[in-house]
Antibody, heavy 124, light 107 residues
Framework: QVQLKESGPGLVQPSQTLSLTCTVSGLSLTSNSVSWIRQPPGKGLEWMGVIWSNGGTDYNSAIKSRLSISRDTSKSQVFLKMNSLQTEDTAMYFC??????????????????WGQGASVTVSS | DIQMTQSPASLSASLGETVSIECLASEGISNDLAWYQQKSGKSPQLLIYAASRLQDGVPSRFSGSGSGTRYSLKISGMQPEDEADYFCQQSYKYPLTFGSGTKLEIK
């Protein structure tokens, strides 16, 4: 079955760089796309970016200048790096498979499998 | 970016009651809308996609409807396990955007 699992440091100092890893199983990264989504404590969800099955990426323009998503297909891992962290970056960070379901006329985008999340606190 | 305005922010319902949650998109999204359920301390789970299609394994008491800019999620007969946060999300244009969420509690 499809599984995703995030890992990374729980605590990052302000102005430093966050590095997270999403390790997947039950799917191939060369035929599946993975998004990163974050959720500040008690708040809503923010889509951060996606790495497509062909290795291309798209980012949320609000954080594009600070964000990089990459992957190692041989290890079934997707990486997130975000620099210049501030306290407002404190959040739960999720990776999720981004799929497109076809109904015969249109492709509908969904995030149909999620990791458990990695809690990140930005504090000195 | 497409803004998703979700309402209400919170509601409480008795067991067996029917509840509705709405999402209004800032522009037409051609039914490219999904609903997610997030239980306390857990990750979101896909309930509905394409505005009205039930994801495999989701109970039939959940249903979605809408078109254009207005969409809704209905739970027909509230169950204890339905206590959760619910989010809408559009995939019509990037960046993908979510509604602010609805907290559903048992009365």
């Amino acid at each position: 079955q499809v599984q995703l699992k995030e890992s990374g440091p729980g605590l990052v100092q302000p102005s430093q760089t966050l590095s997270l890893t999403c390790t997947v199983s039950g799917l191939s990264l060369t035929s599946n796309s993975v998004s990163w989504i974050r959720q500040p404590p008690g708040k809503g969800l923010e889509w951060m970016g996606v790495i497509w099955s062909n290795g291309g990426t798209d980012y949320n323009s609000a954080i594009k200048s600070r964000l990089s998503i990459s992957r190692d297909t041989s290890k079934s891992q997707v990486f997130l790096k975000m620099n210049s962290l501030q306290t407002e970056d404190t959040a739960m960070y999720f990776c999720a498979r981004t799929a497109y379901y076809y109904d015969g006329t249109y492709y509908y985008g969904v995030m149909d499998a999620w990791g458990q999340g990695a809690s990140v606190t930005v504090s000195s | 970016d497409i803004q998703m305005t979700q309402s209400p922010a919170s509601l409480s319902a008795s067991l067996g009651e029917t509840v509705s949650i709405e999402c209004l998109a800032s522009e037409g999204i051609s039914n490219d809308l999904a609903w997610y359920q997030q239980k306390s301390g857990k990750s979101p789970q896909l309930l509905i996609y394409a505005a009205s299609r039930l994801q495999d394994g989701v109970p039939s008491r959940f249903s979605g409807s809408g078109s254009g800019t207005r969409y809704s999620l209905k739970i027909s007969g509230m169950q204890p396990e339905d206590e959760a946060d619910y989010f809408c999300q559009q995939s019509y244009k990037y960046p993908l955007t979510f509604g602010s969420g609805t907290k559903l509690e048992i009365k």
